[in-house]
């Protein structure tokens, strides 16, 4: 009989299941920010144990092992101490004329839409370490940004 005609099973034609990747470079956290990390593990502990899905399951599990990895990999960040922006620090800065304001967080906890941002992500990465009066080089402009404060954000370092 031609192979053409022969049935495979099912589970030849399933994609590959990876663990989720776990970004490079340090896990950089805010206290807040392995909170969360330890909220999330005894969340899906709980949906696992209630889970009948066998499917559903596996993929609690994999999600349970990448949390699992970044709270045992999670570097604790100090407050800020003063007005040198870090993990921690809210930082107001004007770019192209607008005055804006973000806190630098770790991966796990970013959240761009609530102000908060991965000290990963390009704008984390050139606000990292300045300070008031600084002008900050970005997209490609060496004066894109102006930093007009920086200070520890005591929700998140709480």
Avoid: W
Avoid at 42 to 70: G, N, P, S
């Amino acid at each position: 009989m031609s192979v053409a005609f022969r049935r495979e099973s099912d589970d030849e034609h399933k994609e590959p299941e990876y663990e989720l990747p776990i970004p490079v470079g340090p896990n950089l956290v805010t206290p807040r920010g392995l909170r969360l990390l330890g909220e999330e593990v005894v969340r899906l502990q709980a949906a696992i144990a209630a889970e009948t899905d066998e499917e559903a399951r596996k993929k609690l599990q994999r999600r349970l092992r990448y949390f699992h990895t970044r709270q045992a990999t999670a570097d604790v960040q100090a407050p800020a101490s003063g007005d040198v922006a870090c993990i921690g620090s809210r930082v107001r800065y004007a770019l192209n004329g607008t005055e804006r304001a973000v806190t630098i967080v770790g991966h796990d906890e970013a959240d761009p839409a609530a102000g908060r941002i991965a000290f990963t992500a390009p704008l984390g990465r050139a606000l990292m370490g300045t300070e008031a009066g600084d002008m900050v080089a970005f997209q490609g402009r060496e004066d894109a940004i102006e930093i007009l404060a920086a200070a520890a954000d005591r929700e998140v370092m709480a």
